[in-house]
């Protein structure tokens, strides 16, 4: 196999390699080395499980009662082994979700296990995920939720609270009594640092509902001088704006933000050449990005019902699912350049259901067959060039093909053109990516644009023995191509073959 890199040269005026603005005077957004290390990961794995689990409840108001929480069999050595057999890297758990409940012995309250039947009052599962994580190899992350805290907001008049415009009103009022306000900032901020200095280094803090408003720049100020290298859901990762594990396409990680610092959220920008962009928060609007935006956020796609229904939290037996349903969801998350947090709640009794853990692992093996080679080529080093070349010893099928930029210099490449040489002469290659399940407004049938971290494409078949990618338009220049990659899955592909 060989691989030919063409120099930019004059690429921008031969080649219509065009970005937004000037890119003499173009500085892009570069993520750091903890954000780069969190997009090597790919896959996570998130357990979403607290009082909700008992109750039936996905948004609970603080009505539930430590009593509640009493998981005789929990096993977090056997979360761990379900995360492994997904690929999982890292590992979130709900630390502390919107209901208040917390899940390590806190001193800040008594709405916590010390409270609950379990281990009468003397367990933390907070330490035995924490501690599981390191034993089996996977980076410990806490969920935490600074600005909903059922218990604490809501009064006994107030409940049973409806999830929604209720639940926000009642919290909007509640933040008009300034003794309130700084009370429950207090506690928020106490509860986050003994989950950064009681269980070592974290490695992420999912935050959810992250903005610039009530509690969380008092609760991001804390991380940052606790742990400043653990990464945090809001200025360092985003969610692209669903919660079914699938990214915008075209898809950038840098964004603009609502103030322009790194401590408010993705804003919109409506005086871009390409005219308006949607930004904004989770289960509100798309997130898009863009090529020009101010700071790196890396892509992160969570995911609540691969392997679950009914929310985040686990609410009976699963409903049956396609292997192939569960396959494209990582074409539509690491595929188009994301990570894939996928969502593994436990039950009541603390353990994750059996058919679920025999799921994750079918997926999780074919994953590895399907995207991880060998492959029939591939380079090896990075290089920049608006071309490369590909060439392996004779012709053969390929229907798949893997680009990764080398993100450590930006993200560069916003469209791009695959040929193959076939009979003498290069001819154009045909994208293949089609989405079965796709959120209303997103792309179900990406083509050649955004590359970022990765980006896998189905192809048209064709057999022949050398593949060019030929960048057509980029942000920056140079662009840097980090890897390039073909493979055949064939017409045994094995997601097609229906599981559960």
């Known amino acids: 196999m060989t691989k030919r890199f063409l120099p930019l040269l004059a690429f921008l005026a031969l080649a219509g390699c065009s970005g937004p603005n000037n890119k003499a005077e173009i500085k892009l957004a570069t993520p750091s080395p903890q954000q780069i290390d969190f997009m090597n990961n790919e896959i996570g794995a998130f357990f979403h499980f607290t009082t909700n689990t008992f109750t039936g409840a996905e948004h609970g108001d603080g009505t539930a009662t430590p009593a509640d929480f009493n998981p005789t069999k929990l096993d977090v050595d056997q979360w761990m082994e379900a995360a492994k057999s997904l690929g999982a890297k890292y590992a979130v758990l709900t630390a502390r979700h919107e209901d208040g409940f917390c899940l390590w012995p806190t001193k800040t309250t008594e709405y916590c296990v010390r409270n609950s039947p ?37 009064q006994p008049k107030d409940r049973p609270v409806e999830w929604g415009k209720v639940w ?16 429950y900032r207090q506690l928020e901020v106490d509860q986050i640092t003994e989950l950064l200095t009681d269980y070592g280094p974290i490695y992420q803090i999912w935050m959810d509902h992250w903005s610039e408003k009530k509690n969380c720049p008092a609760v991001t100020a804390a991380i940052r001088k606790l742990q400043p290298e653990c990464i945090l859901t809001g200025p360092d990762v985003r969610s692209p704006g669903n919660e079914k ?24 920008r409506v005086d871009e050449p390409e005219g308006p962009n949607e930004y904004g928060l989770l289960e509100t609007y798309k997130i898009v990005g863009h090529p020009n935006g101010q700071f790196w956020r890396s892509l992160e796609a969570p995911t609540a019902d691969m392997f679950n229904h009914g929310g985040w939290f686990w609410h009976g037996p699963q409903l049956p699912m396609p292997m192939d349903d569960r396959i494209e969801n990582y074409y539509r998350s690491v595929g188009l350049g994301a990570n894939l947090i996928i969502n593994l709640p436990p039950d009541k009794q603390g353990l994750i259901p059996a058919e679920t853990v025999a799921d994750a692992k079918a997926w999780g093996d074919t994953i590895r067959k399907l995207f991880y080679g060998p492959f029939i080529a591939e380079t090896e080093t990075a ?58 407004g997103y792309n179900a049938s990406p083509g050649f644009e ?51």
């Open 118 to 154: 379990w281990k009468n009052g003397r367990g933390d599962v907070v330490k035995e995920f924490v501690e599981a994580c390191r034993r089996h190899g996977i980076k410990p992350g806490l969920y935490f939720s600074p600005n909903y805290n059922g218990h604490e907001i809501f």
């Open 450 to 500: 955004t590359i970022g971290h990765k980006k896998i494409d189905r192809i048209v078949p064709v057999v022949t023995d050398k593949l060019r990618f030929r960048c057509t338009k980029a942000a920056a220049e140079p662009v840097e191509i980090a890897k390039f990659a073909v493979w055949n899955v064939g017409e045994a592909n094995p997601t097609q073959t229906a599981n559960r």
């Open 383 to 440: 290089q920049p060039g608006s071309e490369v070349e590909l060439t392996w010893e004779k012709p053969c099928r390929i229907d798949h093909v893997m680009l990764m930029e080398n993100i450590a210099n930006g993200q560069k490449v916003a469209n791009y053109t695959l040929e193959a040489f076939v009979d003498g002469k290069w001819q154009a290659v045909v994208p293949a990516n089609r989405f079965k399940y796709c959120p209303e």
């Open 168 to 183: 926000d009103s009642i919290t909007n009022l509640r933040w008009q009594d300034s003794a309130f306000v700084q009370k």
């Open 245 to 268: 594990g699938t990214v915008v396409y075209p898809s950038w990680n840098p964004v603009y933000t609502m103030d322009s610092t790194n401590n408010s959220r993705a804003a919109e």
